[in-house]
Nanobody, 127 residues
Framework: QVQLVESGGGLVQAGGSLRLSCAASGRTFSRYAMGWFRQPPGKEREFVAAISRSGGSTYYQLSVKGRFTISRDNAENTVYLQMNSLKPEDMAVYYC????????????????????WGQGTQVTVSS
């Protein structure tokens, strides 16, 4: 089992940047595929980015590709989401999530594919 704690959210102007962090508990962090999701106000939770267990493969939602970068540091049990050129439509509660899958090193999928979730961190983008 893994416990996740996000940090780094806040208020930023359009065009600005934020770096979200997600700290994981436990000694088996490198066994988990990790992802970032977001839930805009009044909308369903949606996939943002995913990273493989080793960090060698990454995937992005089309609307954030080229602006957001997911990375992980397995020695520090942390996954990051660097968000640049933020837009008002990026405003949401951002969640990190983890899943252990015996045969898939990365999971690019909807929320139900993931087993463990953080509490979320609010990102507000002013226009």
């Amino acid at each position: 089992q893994v416990q996740l704690v996000e940090s780094g959210g806040g208020l930023v102007q359009a065009g600005g940047s934020l770096r979200l962090s997600c700290a994981a508990s436990g000694r088996t962090f490198s066994r988990y595929a990790m992802g970032w999701f977001r839930q805009p106000p009044g909308k369903e939770r949606e996939f943002v980015a995913a990273i493989s267990r080793s960090g060698g493969s990454t995937y992005y939602q089309l609307s954030v590709k080229g602006r957001f970068t997911i990375s992980r540091d397995n020695a520090e049990n942390t996954v990051y989401l660097q968000m640049n050129s933020l837009k008002p439509e990026d405003m949401a509660v951002y969640y990190c999530a983890a899943v252990f899958h015996p045969s898939r090193t990365v999971v690019v999928g909807p929320p139900y594919e993931y087993d463990y979730w953080g509490q979320g961190t609010q990102v507000t983008v002013s226009s």
